[in-house]
């Protein structure tokens, strides 16, 4: 299974701390340019164990996880907090 290194994120509005992630950024390779999809295909591929997704932390690779809520609610993606308290994933860059 081929993983890959999350290096950026778009939300609907950058500054919101509330609204989820709509897209997730990597590169394929260092000569290739940046990929963007979405979160719903991140999903898909997460779930048909076909890609991995990380955040890279303090404590190394941090792998992007899928949120089922209970409710019924939209898949979301999260990745483990580190010291700060926060979802690795929001500290990194805007796409």
Not at 53 to 76: A, I, M, Q
């Amino acid at each position: 299974m081929a993983s890959y290194q999350v290096n950026c994120i778009d939300k609907p509005k950058a500054s919101s701390t509330h609204e989820q992630i709509t897209h997730i950024g990597y590169y394929e390779s260092l000569d290739r340019p940046r990929v963007v999809i979405s979160v719903t295909e991140a999903i898909a591929r997460i779930e048909a164990n076909s890609q991995a997704f990380y955040v890279s932390t303090e404590r190394g690779k941090t792998y992007l996880t899928v949120v089922k809520p209970e409710d019924g609610g939209k898949k979301h993606l999260k990745s483990l907090t580190d010291r700060a308290g926060m979802d690795n994933l929001l500290t990194l860059e805007e796409v």
